[in-house]
T-cell receptor
Framework: DSGVTQTPKHLITATGQRVTLRCSPR?????VYWYQQSLDQGLQFLIQ???????AKGNILERFSAQQFPDLHSELNLSSLELGDSALYFC?????????????FGSGTRLTVV | AQSVTQLGSHVSVSEGALVLLRCNYS??????LFWYVQYPNQGLQLLLK??????LVKGINGFEAEFKKSETSFHLTKPSANRSDAAEYFC??????????????FGTGTRLTIIP
């Protein structure tokens, strides 16, 4: 157990639908990162939050959004889903202010859009 | 902008042989460098990291890597491969040492197969 909790582990949904992925960071970590892993794109950085504020944005589609709540858990919302959104979505956390200890990853949510 | 190149998407080695996974990076500032391992159906686990100081870093499971600034490389090695080392390995770089902004850029990964 890495200490980063992601739910659900698996999600199957239809095109056009909306889903929410949840992440609880490791205790004490203030930064949360979302990554998408697909066979053709590899690991793509989506977005980072630090202590409730958006800090960095990567290749995140406009149909996707995220937020970090006061208790530091984060949610990634994916809407108007397309077949190409099928992927593994990872959340990671770090202490914030330094990458000296690297990221800690959750076990991911596998999203299948049918 | 930072980037990472992993040479060889697939590497096969015999059990007991040397493991060498190659990683070259591009960074406009002194980088932080990482190797992660991903076993099937699992998340990524930190193997080792270089931030500052000694350029030869040791990680878990007998792996080590050497930061060579002149070659912009951070190759991962292990003297003797075990069957349990079969996994996908990712090299990553960060330039984001600004407080609260520590984006990691990952390479495309190298799948390591161990031949019995």
């Amino acid at each position: 157990d890495s200490g980063v909790t992601q739910t659900p582990k698996h999600l199957i949904t239809a095109t056009g639908q909306r889903v929410t992925l949840r992440c609880s960071p490791r205790s004490g970590d203030l930064s949360v990162y979302w990554y998408q892993q697909s066979l053709d794109q590899g690991l793509q950085f989506l977005i980072q939050y630090y202590n409730g504020e958006e800090r960095a944005k990567g290749n995140i589609l406009e149909r996707f959004s995220a937020q970090q709540f006061p208790d530091l858990h984060s949610e990634l919302n994916l809407s108007s889903l397309e077949l190409g959104d099928s992927a593994l979505y990872f959340c990671a956390s770090s202490g914030g202010g330094t990458l000296h200890y690297g990221y800690t990853f959750g076990s991911g949510t596998r999203l299948t859009v049918v | 902008a930072q980037s990472v190149t992993q040479l060889g998407s697939h590497v096969s080695v015999s059990e007991g042989a040397l493991v060498l996974l190659r990683c070259n990076y591009s960074s406009s500032v002194p980088p932080y460098l990482f190797w992660y391992v991903q076993y099937p159906n699992q998340g990524l686990q930190l193997l080792l990291k270089y931030t500052t100081g000694a350029t030869l870093v040791k990680g878990i499971n007998g792996f080590e890597a050497e930061f060579k600034k002149s070659e912009t490389s951070f190759h991962l090695t292990k003297p003797s491969a075990n069957r349990s080392d079969a996994a996908e390995y990712f090299c990553a770089v960060s330039e984001g040492t600004n407080f609260g902004n520590e984006k990691l850029t990952f390479g495309t990964g190298t799948r390591l197969t161990i031949i019995p």
